[in-house]
């Protein structure tokens, strides 16, 4: 069993920064063409420079997942140039946090529109080509916060619960396809976010983490690498929780 995603091609959504860029390196690093994308040219041009820094193959595409035109279009351009993607990574994600008494009808549909529907395109796009090939992988990025819960995410928790109510349906319609879907749910992981945070609420966090200390974004990317390499074959469905013991499904 094998680790390795040589002649693979993978899509990771948002690999400009945090974990999506951890993420698309480390895909790329066990052999995968990537196509990582961010949300400008200037985004893109950054995953490009990356990979092309580190040796790696892939190239950086300007993507917004909320355009499902946009998403036709990518999907088109890599079936002519480099392939459809066999791995598809959901990463991208947005917060507009808010009590629900406050919260605006905007922010509900933006992070309904970002983190949920844009999977359902993403997935329902890259699908004919994983069944032609009778292989495929998709991973959705959902959060702690979609398995437990947060005051003040009443959004961002259904749409993080979404994905997987989602990804447990559609493994259901497509396991004996070769393809597998499964979800990845981060607790907290060290992000431009956490550096922010003041020493009180580091101590804070640490006090509710079991394991004391926030995770690295390389502790996700090792969980997503794991699901798309032949190593995780026989798992479908399932939600990977790499939380540092901060909730126990
Ligand atoms: N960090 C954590 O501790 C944590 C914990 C649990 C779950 N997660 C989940 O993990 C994923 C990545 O989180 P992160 O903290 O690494 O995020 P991040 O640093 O804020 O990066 C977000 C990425 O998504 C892209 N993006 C934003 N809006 C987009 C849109 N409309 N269309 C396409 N791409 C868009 C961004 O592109 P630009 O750079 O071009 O803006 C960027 O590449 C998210 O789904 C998040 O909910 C994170």
Redesign the pocket.
Same mark, same amino acid.
């Given at each position: 069993m094998s680790f390795s995603l040589e002649g693979k091609i993978a899509l990771v959504? $948002?690999? *400009?920064? /945090? &974990? $999506?860029?951890e993420i698309a390196d480390t895909l790329a690093a066990h052999g995968a063409y990537v196509v990582g994308? $961010?949300?400008?040219e200037e *985004?893109a041009a950054k995953i490009t420079a990356r990979f092309a820094e580190k040796g790696l193959k892939g190239s950086g595409e300007v &993507?917004? %997942? #909320?355009d499902p035109d946009a998403m036709t279009g990518l999907i088109s351009k890599m079936k002519d140039t480099c392939g459809l993607p066999l791995i598809l990574v959901n #990463?991208? /994600?947005?917060?507009k946090d808010n009590l629900m008494l406050r919260m605006k009808p905007e922010q509900w549909d933006d992070v309904i529109s970002?983190?949920l529907t844009?999977v359902f395109h993403l997935s329902k796009l890259c699908l004919r080509g994983m069944i032609k090939a009778n292989w495929g992988r998709i991973i959705n990025?959902?959060? %702690? %916060?979609g398995v437990a819960g947060n005051p003040g995410q009443a959004n961002?928790a259904a749409s993080?619960a979404g994905v997987i109510g989602f990804g447990k349906s559609l493994a259901q319609e497509i396991a004996s396809r070769g393809i597998t879907v499964n979800a990845v749910?981060? /607790?907290?992981?060290k *992000?431009?976010?956490?550096d922010k945070l003041s020493e009180e609420q580091q101590e804070g966090l640490k006090k509710i983490i079991p394991m004391g200390e926030c995770g690295e974004?390389e502790d996700i990317a090792l969980g997503v690498l794991y699901l798309a390499s032949d190593a995780g074959r026989y798992v479908t469905g399932q939600t990977l929780n790499i939380n540092g013991g901060m909730f126990m499904a």
């Open positions: 959504t $948002g690999a *400009s920064r /945090g &974990l $999506g860029a994308t $961010g949300t400008s *985004s &993507l917004n %997942v #909320n #990463n991208a /994600g947005i917060t970002t983190n844009s990025i959902s959060s %702690v %916060v961002y993080k749910a981060p /607790g907290f992981i *992000s431009d976010m956490t974004p």
